[in-house]
T-cell receptor
Framework: AQKITQTQPGMFVQEKEAVTLDCTYDTSDQSYGLFWYKQPSSGEMIFLIYQGSYDEQNATEGRYSLNFQKARKSANLVISASQLGDSAMYFCAMREHAGGTSYGKLTFGQGTILTVHP | GAGVSQSPSNKVTEKGKDVELRCDPISGHTALYWYRQSLGQGLEFLIYFQGNSAPDKSGLPSDRFSAERTGGSVSTLTIQRTQQEDSAVYLC????????????FGPGTRLTVL
């Protein structure tokens, strides 16, 4: 069963505008972590932001924020003031804590291609 | 300091041949992960190392795939008798420990099986 769902294969945004990339997840664990990674055309995966399931406040990292709605099992990424360099593939990922041991294995969504227009 | 490095960056091989992919993690990182990225399957976990042991090999797709890690550092992913469906980008990541938040990814090895 798919555990991470990204329903937007592609998104377009105008430079300097904000954009929201959707992510929903499924888990029976109470303790888990949610991640967003950026993959530019060069192929390297770049960590953007992390949200722990017990974190009460939404995570923020510069222009990135994570809109975490636990009851709805959603972890949307918000990019404010988009830049041309933000054009890339974006992946949502989850780390579950199996048997109380967090060993970091990530499960990824299918990704969203973001294109920023000048 | 240096990031995660992988070699080769590209590998083209004929069906049935064996290939070895190498990963050099960030110095001092005890946790190491292999993932595979392909068009049809997206990003998939393959195997996780903590030190030299592999407590989770659940993602290895068949017994043609194996991996080892020596000296708590370099890891090699070996694919025997390659098939066309093995064509993908193989990504390696490392982390200071299995419980740390961020995994640092290498640039990947693009494998093409003809």
């Amino acid at each position: 069963a798919q555990k991470i769902t990204q329903t937007q294969p592609g998104m377009f945004v105008q430079e300097k505008e904000a954009v929201t990339l959707d992510c929903t997840y499924d888990t029976s664990d109470q303790s888990y972590g949610l991640f967003w990674y950026k993959q530019p055309s060069s192929g390297e995966m770049i960590f953007l932001i992390y949200q722990g399931s017990y974190d009460e406040q939404n995570a923020t990292e510069g222009r990135y924020s994570l809109n975490f709605q636990k009851a709805r099992k959603s972890a949307n990424l918000v990019i404010s003031a988009s830049q041309l360099g933000d054009s890339a593939m974006y992946f949502c990922a989850m780390r579950e804590h199996a048997g109380g041991t967090s060993y970091g294995k990530l499960t990824f969504g299918q990704g969203t291609i973001l294109t920023v227009h000048p | 300091g240096a990031g995660v490095s992988q070699s080769p960056s590209n590998k083209v091989t004929e069906k049935g041949k064996d290939v070895e992919l190498r990963c050099d993690p960030i110095s001092g990182h005890t946790a190491l992960y292999w993932y595979r990225q392909s068009l049809g399957q997206g990003l998939e976990f393959l195997i996780y190392f903590q030190g030299n042991s592999a407590p989770d090999k659940s993602g290895l797709p068949s017994d043609r795939f194996s991996a080892e890690r020596t000296g708590g550092s370099v890891s090699t992913l070996t694919i025997q008798r390659t098939q066309q469906e093995d064509s993908a980008v193989y990504l390696c990541a490392s982390s200071p420990s299995g419980t740390r938040v961020e995994q640092f990814f290498g640039p990947g090895t693009r494998l093409t099986v003809l």
